[in-house]
Structures are given as C-alpha cells and as structure tokens.
DNA sequence: TTGTTAATGATAATCATTATCATTAAATAT
DNA sequence: ATATTTAATGATAATGATTATCATTAACAA
C-alpha cells in the first residue's frame, strides 16, 4: 500500500502552486528554500510517482524533464533564450475540437512549441 | 567552412530513407549492417549538426531522442492499440496562426496526439 | 601535390536520473 | 498507547545517453 509522507505532500504543494513546468532539480532547490531537508532521490522518486498516479505531468525537452500541475494533456512554449518553460492555453487545444480536425478520437496530446518569450523578444 | 564528409552524407541518407523516427543508437545499428564502420561519436554529432542546419529534426522522448527526415515541425498520432505512429497534417499547424494564437514567437513546434487510430476504431 | 584545418574514432568525462541498502517512520494490529 | 510491519527516505554508487578530448585522418583550397 501507499503512505502519505511529509516529503510527497511537500513536493506535491511545491508543483500545485507553481503555474509553469519545474525540473527536479528547481524542486529540490525550492524545497531547500523553506528549509525542508529532502534527498534529490526522494524528489525524483516522488515525481515520478506522482505521475504515475495522474496528479502531475511530465515533459522532456532537451536533456531535462519537467513537471507541472496539470495532468495529462499540455500545450508548452520553451524559450530558446531564457530556457523557461511556459504553459500555455490555446483555444485549439480542445479534445473534441481537435478530434474533429484531426479525424481520429484524441485522449491525449503534446504540444510543443519554441520560440522567443515575450520577455526576451521584448528587450532584444 | 563545413566539410561534406562520407560519415554525414551515409547517415542523412539513413534518416531520409526512413519514414519513422530514429535513435541515434539505431542509426548506428544500421550503419554498421551496411558495413560502414563509423564511431558512435561521430553518429551523435552529425545528426546533432544536421539538426543545427535545419534538414532534420529531433524529438525528446522518455530518456532519448529521435530523429526524423521532416525538418523543424511534426504531428504525430501515436494509436495506443495498433502502436503504429502515423504523421499528420492538419491546418492548425501554421507558424503565423500559431504565432498569433499563442501570441509569442513561434519558430519550431511538435505536436504529439495519442488516441485509437481510424483503422482500430473500425474495427472495434 | 601540398598545406590547412575540420572531421573522425576511440574512449574518458559528464550529468540527469535510477538503483542500492541501511535506517526511519507511516499505518495497522495488539 | 505500544509494538509490528514494511513502504519510504537519504546518502551515495551505478547507469546510460550524450558530449568532450585529442591524436590521427582526410576534405578542400591554393
């Protein structure tokens, strides 16, 4: 059976009050910031189980996997500068929308997209 | 100035004769069925360059990446019972609509559906 | 044909992630 | 409340895909 440990709830609070997409890493940092001493182990081992029980999604980009409040199904935008990495709402990201479009039942979908954020474009 | 060597012009060939998505250990794999004795090494950085100049492109995907012959952008439906991945072509993927949509930037994006394909929902 | 230097190949290094294992602490039974 | 069971933790070693290093090779221009 499962057990709900201080460590999982704290890495599962530090993903559901973050908007954008967090590495393992930048958790454990943040972790660290509130003075809760958990193992890097720990916080991959529990993102991955989250994960696995469809509380949070993953994404690769690059060398890196990232995390994010939302379940399932993301759209993304990487900034090829800053490296951040932004969820984003687009309209079109809609199951039965794109069910149509695309002429086959849809459950779930990645969309990935690259570019220059809005910040970075701004002061060029 | 850049070099059009034996190694680059055999594993761009091996991309652009296959139609699916690519490790780079695969192409290494292949390669040597061809009797081409080329290092792993050199199989990493070319495909790493070929992507730098634009003719093909890369997909991160659990703990590896994949190379295709479709440069820059893709859409894909992977069907969860046939497993076959089958590339796409819709008319939401425009870079000037998605640009907009988004209202950032947009230089390269991937697109990643997964659901029951029209042959599996056939044949149900 | 020769000189320059980018590319190669063998392999060491890197680095994100996972496995190991002794110890700790949830959850359950007493 | 206490003891028991065993999943979870934390420190760290191991893994594995990818990249860096460097002596050697081979494109390509002169």
Redo the contacts between chains.
Sequence with gaps: MQRWTSQLSLILEIVYETEHFLSAERVHQILTQKNANIGIATVYRNLKKLVGQGLISEI????MKYYTRHPFSNAF?AC?KCGNILR?D???ADQTY??N??????????????????EC?RCT
């Design positions: 690769s980009w690059k060398d935008f090829e984003i687009i309209p079109i794109l069910s479009e695309i002429g086959m039942s849809v459950n779930k979908w990645n969309m990935r997209f690259e570019g220059i954020c809005e474009g």
